[in-house]
Structures are given as structure tokens and as C-alpha cells.
């Protein structure tokens, strides 16, 4: 079993990182784990799911289209695009950001400096 203790609530995207930790323990050891588990540490709950292998090859290919990118974006020349998110809020590049500006301005977490 693998469980990922987070500090606040529990996200969807959450459960795609667990089944990648899932992939990842499945080529390191040749079996996948049985089950994946959020555990939120703030309100003590807990999502737990079973390890399908359609989990599995969902990680794949979230894993083999990142690496399609990276290979775009370091050997092809492809120009990253900046795709604003909740993560916006935490990024050392932001003040610097219109996208992410313009993002948090509009969330009721966004710093009220950060209007355009």
C-alpha cells in the first residue's frame, strides 16, 4: 500500500500521482502495490482506492506524454506555454507572470497585491 499524507484538502489530481508512484513501484519491483490512500493530515480523512491496471496504463501514458514535451520543448525548440493553476500561488516566478497574475487575481486565495 502507498499512502501520500497531504497538508490540505484532498485534490483529483492527487489520486493521478498515486497511481504514477504505483507505476513506478510496478517497474521497480515487479508487482504494483494493492491499494493507494490520500490521507488529508488537516481533516484526517482518507481516500483509498485499489490498483486496477487501467490505473497503471493511465500513468503510463500521463508519463510517456510528459516525456513527448520535454523531448518538444528540449530537442525540438518548441516554446513552453505557461498554463496557470492553483500551484500559481506557490511559484518563485509569478510577480513576473501575467498568466499566473492574472489566474490568482481572480481566486478568492489570491493575494490582493497581485492584481494587474
Known amino acids: 500500500m502507498i499512502i501520500d499524507l497531504k497538508s ?7 489520486r493521478k500521482d498515486l497511481r504514477f508512484y504505483a507505476l513506478v513501484e ?6 504494483p502495490p494493492r491499494k493507494l490512500a490520500t490521507f488529508s493530515l488537516d481533516s484526517g480523512a ?3 482506492e485499489d490498483v486496477a491496471p487501467a490505473h497503471l496504463r493511465s500513468a503510463l501514458r500521463r508519463t510517456l506524454d ?5 523531448i ?7 516554446e513552453p506555454e505557461r498554463t496557470p493553476g492553483v500551484s500559481c500561488r506557490w511559484c518563485p516566478l ?3 507572470c501575467e498568466p499566473g497574475r492574472a489566474s490568482m487575481a ?11
Open 66 to 70: 510528459a516525456i513527448e514535451r520535454m
Open 94 to 96: 509569478l510577480q513576473g
Open 46 to 48: 482518507a481516500v483509498v
Open 106 to 116: 481572480g481566486r478568492p486565495d489570491g493575494d490582493a497585491d497581485l492584481q494587474p
Open 26 to 31: 510496478r517497474l521497480c519491483r515487479d508487482v
Open 72 to 78: 518538444e520543448l528540449r530537442a525540438e525548440g518548441r
Open 8 to 14: 490540505g484538502r484532498i485534490m483529483p489530481r492527487h
